[in-house]
Nanobody
Framework: QVQLVESGGGLVQPGGSLRLSCAAY????????IGWFRQAPGKEREGVSC????????YYANSVEGRFTISRDNAKNMVYLQMNDLKPEDTGHYYC???????????????????WGQGIAVTVSS
């Protein structure tokens, strides 16, 4: 059992940056693949950035490629999402997720993840 707690969201102007953090409790995070997902009002949850268990495979949605960076610190049981050059379309609720045995070609599929945080709001607006 893994409990995930996100932090670092908020309101930011277009072009600004935020770093989301996800703390894992109850189990070592290095047993899991991890991912960041987001959901905008009226839209389905989508994979933003994900990383497999050994960190050898990383996924970025086309819309965030080159602007967002996912990282994990297994020693601290933490996952991060550095978001730069934020755009209004990045607005949404962001969720941290963890899963066991994630296939490399299925990292962005939310149904493959076993544990989810409560989510945190990110609003990009002037």
């Amino acid at each position: 059992q893994v409990q995930l707690v996100e932090s670092g969201g908020g309101l930011v102007q277009p072009g600004g940056s935020l770093r989301l953090s996800c703390a894992a409790y109850g189990s070592r995070l290095d047993y899991y693949g991890i991912g960041w997902f987001r959901q905008a009002p009226g839209k389905e949850r989508e994979g933003v950035s994900c990383k497999n268990t050994d960190g050898g495979t990383t996924y970025y949605a086309n819309s965030v490629e080159g602007r967002f960076t996912i990282s994990r610190d297994n020693a601290k049981n933490m996952v991060y999402l550095q978001m730069n050059d934020l755009k209004p379309e990045d607005t949404g609720h962001y969720y941290c997720a963890a899963g066991i045995g994630l296939p490399n070609d299925g990292l962005a599929d939310p149904v493959r993840y076993d544990y989810w945080g409560q989510g945190i709001a990110v609003t990009v607006s002037s």
